[in-house]
């Protein structure tokens, strides 16, 4: 098959490459790959289709590394609350009444959002996982993807859900060209019992996928664990061998400082969900500590119940601001450090090894913003335009393999009208049940 | 003259009256004033301009309480430096350069921005204010406009300051059809010795305009105020009289209970500004507390140079998200209150009487998003996804005074283009010089 090889003239690139923050030139992709970067504009024999580059910022594609992509039904479905009252009274009941086709819905009204906010791939845990690997599948956008397990229940269930989860990770690890990854992902060490916990280790041992689960989000779910079983939730998970496997924490807001170094020492990576903390009042997450430690730290957005929204840009901002106001230090996760979060520590986070740099020999998965407007002038530092003063409505142009799944700000691989429109019809049943 | 006429249909209006959050139906504008909102169709005879508000969700107008406009110039310009670097090495040599025509692009750009992202009025201390004045009257917004003055300086140059801001607000308090009103503003208790405030409080009580001004916006500062004056800035500014007269604070992050108590008993008014605060790690202001004790608490961006947008729609969100996450309490600045903060608390701060609500009377300052959106999805809850999930470019239309300046997201009154064009330029000759 010929290739499709295609080249943006006079724009701007993000390579965040040693002191050098950005390239104004040429980029050349052929197929899913970037095969040129560069000041120079390259020799091309053949005629090839040209992308005007000259009001285009171009980044990496954002990562979130942490979500429950479905959860957009619950957007704005009972906010401002205590944390239980929420869970109890509010998310519970509907998460329980939610169907296959259901999650369908929510997580396609997701990967909407994210693809046109600059999102080019996801780590989501949830039920019905088949349907949030189908609308990626369609979509072309890319999505590391596990069923989540809670064992808070008898252990014939809790194995009967790892089997769901083994099932799920053998049917779809490596499938839609490969963007589709997975993880075995206890829910947390609070939900989890240490024998559960352990035959995730086990599974993810025998499939070679890594681990992903949720973390000291909360004090009181820290007590609990030392209450429990007598230890802070990093030396029980460190117990349990979690940290024998590759792994990937959500949130780990309350840390120890002999925490932080076992965590760097296994080198587990962290996905900072810093809205979500916030907003659900979990508190503030070491992260100046934990990137001073050499831990890799992402960002994640959390479910859209607890955001509320998937700007990746708002949480790369969150990043780089609440650390300097909290610690005092303004120079505390500067701008470079907040992208990188989001985009080169996320793929690592992932476990996506060619994506997440604009870089000769990786994945073309990029996004383009227009800079071409008020807050993005003076055409100074772009890198500092993008933490502090973009969002995700200025991503005009989205790319996965080299791939264009959103032009001129619209979709061109998913229907977004009928999406939002049954995604509505979906959240009006479950709440008129 | 024939009165403008007009109405919207079908549309959502933000009333966050009592328990009702939003009406669903009509309104009616006639001239300057909003005249009729319900769920009932009004009985009109005439034929009248008709506006489709199926998927329009209508907010009062956005009100920004703290700014220097002409600051756009500097933004990204020195991010991620300890603060008196930025201050000593990037915008103060910057700052001294800038003439009169400088800071009219500098505001113009600011203008386009806010105007774009909702925010129909806007509170500024600068230099060279008539530039700013003109752009406003220009551009159809709203401008609570001062030539804020830096008192480190001889006693002369201080008074010919003064008598420069003083007849700033006599040339231009109450012009452009009352759009333009002015306050009198001694920069900070730390940059200005107590005399010139004094001279400022009696040049507000001569002229019957509030005052503004910084205060307690670093830790540093408020130390400075104690070893200078032997009191904290709060009470060293009420025996200066300040506080007999109306009075707007800005940043306000350093209190103690007792200031606190002071500022509620004066009915002392705070721009909170926490983008910024964050961003220079000046530290969380105790919002709650203030809130609580009956304090008139808005919100401000800051100048460009350090939020680095003028989305207010983002301070909203880190006002309600922020104060949760510091305090431990998720019911902290609920959305119902961060709303308010930006539109009914802002006019009250800025003493603009008419503005701030959607109700009957008042003057037709107003904005309307576009809710046909995924982050906009499920439409539970309209208040929740303004503030959490909304963007300064969900703005579709904003009106001032009843007359729209923003259409389909494009200014009507001003020449986008060439003002971008020309802040560029701006900005590359001072850097040049």
């Given at each position: 098959m010929k290739k499709h090889k295609w080249m943006v003239e006079n724009g701007t690139f993000a390579v965040l490459e040693g002191n050098q923050s950005v390239i104004k030139g040429y980029m050349v992709v052929e197929d899913d790959r970037i095969t040129y970067i560069g000041e120079q504009k390259p020799q091309i024999e053949e005629p090839i289709e040209i992308i005007d580059g000259t009001h285009l910022l171009f980044l990496p594609g954002l990562v979130?590394?942490?979500?429950?992509?479905?959860?957009s039904l619950l957007r704005g479905y009972g906010d401002d609350l205590a944390l239980q009252v929420w869970l109890q009274e509010k998310m519970w009941p509907m998460e329980a009444k939610m169907k296959a086709e259901d999650i369908y819905w929510g997580a396609s009204l997701s990967v909407v959002e994210m693809l046109k906010g600059g999102t080019t791939a996801f780590v989501d845990m949830y039920d019905h996982m088949d349907q949030v690997a189908s609308i990626v599948d369609q979509s072309g956008m890319r999505g590391v993807l596990m069923r989540g397990v809670i064992g808070l229940c008898p252990p014939e269930e809790q194995r009967q859900k790892l089997n769901e989860a083994i099932a799920f990770a053998k049917a779809w690890h490596g499938k839609a060209d490969g963007r589709i990854t997975s993880m075995m992902s206890p829910h947390a060490p609070y939900t989890c019992p240490p024998e559960l916990i352990e035959m995730f280790v086990q599974a993810s041992e025998d499939l070679d996928l890594p681990l992903h689960t949720h973390m000291s989000e909360t004090k009181a779910e820290v007590q609990q664990n030392v209450d429990d079983y007598g230890l802070r939730p990093v030396a029980h998970l460190e117990r349990l061998g979690v940290f024998s496997r590759p792994t990937l924490l959500a949130h780990a807001v309350h840390l120890t400082d002999e925490e932080i170094d076992i965590l760097a020492k296994h080198n587990v990576a962290i996905s900072h969900n810093p809205g979500s903390n916030l907003k659900l009042a979990s508190g503030v997450a070491r992260v100046p500590e934990l990137l001073k430690a050499g831990v890799t730290v992402s960002l994640g957005t959390d479910g859209p119940a607890s955001?509320?929204?998937?700007?990746m840009f708002e949480e790369m901002r969150l990043a780089a601001l609440i650390h300097k106001g909290v610690s005092g230090?303004?120079?505390?996760?500067?701008a470079s450090e907040a992208l990188r979060m989001g985009t080169e520590y996320g793929a690592k986070s992932a476990f996506l090894n060619e994506v997440g740099r604009l870089e000769v020999g990786m994945k073309a998965d990029m996004i383009a913003l227009n800079t071409d407007q008020a807050h993005f002038?003076?055409?100074?530092?772009f890198i500092s335009h993008v933490v502090y003063s973009a969002s995700a409505?200025?991503?005009?142009h989205v790319w996965v393999d080299g791939k264009q799944l959103v032009k001129n700000g619209e979709?061109?691989?998913?229907d977004e009208e009928r999406i939002r429109r049954e995604a509505q019809r979906t959240f009006e049943r479950l709440t008129a049940q």
């Open positions: 979130n590394t942490h979500g429950h992509a479905a959860m955001n509320n929204n998937l700007d230090d303004p120079t505390a996760v500067p002038l003076p055409h100074t530092d409505k200025d991503v005009e979709c061109l691989t998913v």
